[in-house]
């Protein structure tokens, strides 16, 4: 037991205060309102965390009956985006309050391990902690230290977590539980009222999460200063500098929206965080999801591309492996007849593209949508329990694979032996270790490029290939050549029902059944509605300009009819993509911890039902 807990209280006074029903194993962290160390509930065998109030802090009377209170009230909580309290322990000097324990990390290390968070991330958690806030508010809690490291992320699920309450109190009191100095938080996350000492509400918490935004998107404060003074100072007269001026990639409604909540007056800001949640849910709706077609061809031509890339990287060693000019012509002569035909492989796929109607500007949306995904599961694998040893097992592979190979082919020519005639000879010895050592170092050095930040080297390569003014250029110029281009495209929103349900634990998808046929179904028959709505709306057209022999009734008649058919398409579409949006939502809400299994299959009912319907 560190010095913190025990400057007051003997080790074995507080494992015997806290026995049978708990142990303690670890420390997990402290500040200034105590420490938190993991233990085991016996009773129910699980995790918990146990904070612990400083000794000197619970000698108070007045401090000890607030906490308690406060906890208390903390404890009340159920809401999947705050950690529950289970308990309160007090035992003389000892005052400890017993949470659940989220196996995961803070933002705040998160952030440190792995810089700004994407897009796509950073408006989940937002949007999951803006939730947790409005229900705390809702019943007339003020968090007063919303900051990165009072945000949990859940190993497992993704899932944003608020913890500690501990200073929190009502926004009809005037008395809290204050610490220790005159100010009670964290100085670079204070709202300006609650710098200055006012009476707070909802609002400064908002304020307080805006700078977490701001931190989390662009790993630094919106203030520096070298002393608490200084950052209060900061917050009560110095604006905060427009998020987009670090970050010009976000999207203006996310800028727009960290901007808000960190408005000097809190009547500028966002009222509620179920006000900021909304916008934030309505910036995730207005983003497209990738099109199956744009998917499939990023998929087969970066594969395609590596390909042709590795080839062309072995070329050398493959033509040093024979002698004769004719014989690396030869070689030479197929290498680049593959990379011609893979080559050949990304036209058409181009070709398919453009013929279905997309832009390359569909193309740019798309590549950058899955740019984001990939970056997100990248933070989500670097959040793994083993993902700092596993990358410490990857670099130790891959130095041993090239050492290996190294020493292999140096000891097989060593091993050659020098012929009157000229040159070398091998023995089978020689050989074989010329061949391992090469193949070792072949597939070493391809494992490197392909896996681990090699990868996202490469992808971020090929996207801005495809994005940039060679694939813009080659794009438009493969599209002119084609006459029909029937528009096909797929009308969905950033994390469209596919991408949730992939997001989701192994458990809650089997609990689904099949729900994701089902999903893919309705993205099938809306894109399939899509381009019969583009054929009728075409044929209407020609329709229109007349026909020569044909009647004037009879033309607008046929146009009548085409304008029918083409009203009832969109109608149909227009309810498949309804569906899928509830569908959508039903799922975040199970991801959420908010909805059920058995809602989203429910919901499934009614799409089935509907694409029975529309058949």
């Known amino acids: 037991m560190t010095e913190a807990i025990t400057s007051m209280i003997a080790e074995e006074e507080v494992r015997d205060a806290l026995a049978p029903h708990y142990i303690l194993e670890k420390e997990l962290g402290r500040g200034g309102m105590g420490a ?53 322990e007090e035992h003389d000097k000892i005052l400890c309050f017993v949470m659940g324990y989220v196996d995961g990390e803070t933002l705040g290390k998160r952030v440190q391990r792995s810089g700004p968070l994407p897009v796509g991330e950073a408006v989940r958690l937002l949007q999951e902690a803006a939730w947790a806030l409005s229900y705390a508010h809702g019943r007339g809690i ?110 203006p409604s996310l800028s727009t929206a960290v901007d808000k909540l960190l408005e000097k007056d809190p009547a500028r800001r966002f009222q509620t965080g179920e006000e900021l949640a909304e916008q934030l849910d309505a910036l995730r709706a207005s983003r497209r999801e990738i099109s199956p077609a744009i998917r499939l061809f990023t998929v087969k031509s970066n594969q395609i591309i590596r390909n042709s890339l590795m080839l062309l990287l072995l070329a050398p ?70 993902w700092e040893g596993a990358q410490r097992r990857r670099r130790r592979f891959i130095i041993g694979g090239l050492l290996t190979g190294a020493i292999l082919i140096y000891l097989s020519f060593k091993l050659r032996v020098p012929v009157p005639q000229g040159g070398y000879r091998t023995g089978w010895f020689g050989l074989i270790s010329a061949t391992v050592g090469v193949a070792t ?56 029902p596919m991408t949730v349900f992939e997001g989701l634990s192994k458990g809650l998808r089997r609990d689904l059944g099949d729900v994701n046929r089902v999903i893919a179904s309705l993205i099938g028959a809306q894109n399939e509605l899509a381009l019969r709505e583009s054929k009728l709306e075409s044929s209407q057209e020609e329709a229109s300009r007349g026909t020569a022999g ?10 009548t009819e085409l304008n029918q058919a083409r009203l009832a398409v969109a109608k149909r579409r227009e309810d498949i993509a309804a569906e899928l949006e509830r569908l959508r939502l039903e799922l975040i809400r199970l991801r959420s911890g908010v909805g059920t299994p058995a809602e989203v299959r429910t919901e499934s009912q009614r799409a089935k039902a509907l694409l029975d319907a529309a058949q």
Do not use: C
């Open 441 to 496: 170092l072949v597939s070493t050095w391809i494992y490197a490029i392909a896996s681990g930040n090699g990868s996202a080297r490469i992808d971020g390569w090929l996207r801005s290939l495809w994005t940039g003014g060679f694939g813009r250029r080659l794009y438009n110029f493969i599209a002119s050549r084609i006459r029909t281009r029937p528009a096909a495209r797929a009308v969905s929103v950033e994390l469209g």
């Open 550 to 559: 044909v009647a004037t009734d009879t033309l607008e008649r046929v146009v």
């Open 36 to 88: 938190v160390y993991l233990a085991r509930d016996v009773q129910l065998d699980r995790p918990v965390a146990i904070k612990f109030l400083p000794p000197d802090l619970a000698a108070r009377p007045d401090l000890r009956a607030r906490f308690l209170q406060e906890t208390r009230t903390a404890a009340s909580f159920s809401h999947p985006n705050i950690v529950p309290v289970h308990a309160v």
């Open 317 to 386: 060693t493959m033509m040093n492996s024979v002698h004769g000019s004719a014989d690396r012509m030869v070689i030479l002569t197929i290498i680049l007849a593959a990379v011609g035909a893979l080559s050949f492989q990304v036209i058409s796929g181009l070709r398919e593209l453009a013929g279905q109607g997309y832009t390359h500007e569909d193309l740019k949306n798309g590549l950058t949508a899955i740019g984001d995904e990939q970056n997100e599961a990248r933070a989500l694998s670097r959040a793994a329990s083993d």
């Open 142 to 251: 003020v968090h007063r230290d919303v900051k990165p490291d009072n945000i949990l992320i859940d190993r497992g699920s993704g899932r944003a977590m608020i913890t500690d309450f501990g200073i929190s109190r009502s926004q009809d009191t005037t008395a809290g539980l204050t610490m220790v100095g005159e100010v009670v938080g964290t100085p670079q996350f204070m709202s300006p009222e609650q710098a200055t000492g006012e009476h707070v509400d909802g609002r400064s918490d908002l304020y307080s999460l805006g700078v977490v935004a701001f931190y989390a998107l662009t790993g630094r404060f919106p203030f520096t200063a070298s002393s608490t003074q200084g950052y209060l100072a900061a917050h009560i007269t110095k604006p905060a500098p427009p998020i987009a001026s670090l970050r010009p990639d976000l999207p």
